[in-house]
């Protein structure tokens, strides 16, 4: 299964620290958040990997380059200096991606997501791990019913930023600018959405404080 980090996003939360440098090459313990990511999912298996690229995109490229130093593969979705949000950004990078689903991650989160073990259903459209609210974000995004996302009626979850998605969804839509979201919401109402809780570490790495959080759990591991 391929896997698509999406990189494209500006990081504007983390203030001055993303000026001169995209989110996804700051720094946890030594290592860039994009490089623990790459790092974490090829022990897992995963060797093909797709990121899209925006804001100081070409650092990226430059850091990364075809991943041939961390023994994975990696192509390269480039939106140039209008970034796609989310949805647009996965339906740009489809001829890279192909026809099979594939795993999306969002690089700016910290997480022990074992990402192997994730299946999606023949019949859904999408599969969604979730985690409970954090304090930033105590409404959370969708319901959750045992393993199906629903409307109402479970228990309101936050999405984590990891899901498996078949193309079908993105390849409907017209390209441009979009988000995820109302992709998800739509799936939902068809009842397409499949999902499941994850209990470990999952940090939303958003701000300079989460971002110090993640390297203290680091440092403390080592």
């Not at 498996?164 to 939902?188: E, W």
């Amino acid at each position: 299964m391929k896997v698509m980090i999406l990189a494209a996003g500006r990081g504007k939360r983390m203030g001055g620290l993303t000026d001169n440098c995209p989110k996804p090459l700051l720094k946890v313990a030594g290592r860039s958040l994009i490089e623990h990511h790459i790092l974490a999912l090829k022990k897992q298996g995963f060797n093909e990997f797709v990121i899209n690229v925006a804001y100081l995109g070409e650092q990226i490229m430059s850091a990364l380059g075809n991943g041939e130093r961390f023994g994975v593969k990696i192509d390269y979705s480039d939106e140039g200096a209008q970034a796609l949000e989310t949805g647009g950004g996965v339906q740009r990078a489809l001829p890279l991606l192909g026809t099979a689903p594939f795993l999306v991650v969002n690089a700016d989160i910290w997480a022990d997501i074992p990402y192997a073990d994730l299946k999606i259903k023949a019949d859904n459209s999408m599969h969604l791990v979730f985690v409970k609210n954090p304090e930033h974000h105590l409404g959370g995004d969708f319901h959750l019913d045992k393993r199906q996302v629903v409307e109402a009626g479970g228990e309101r979850l936050t999405y984590s930023g990891v899901g498996i998605f078949n193309t079908a969804i993105f390849s409907q839509q017209t390209a441009g600018v979009f988000p995820l979201a109302p992709l998800i919401r739509d799936a939902i109402m068809r009842g397409e959405v499949g999902g499941q809780l994850h209990t470990g570490v999952w940090v939303d790495v958003g701000t300079p404080q989460r971002l110090a959080d993640v390297e203290k759990v680091l440092n403390a591991s080592q």
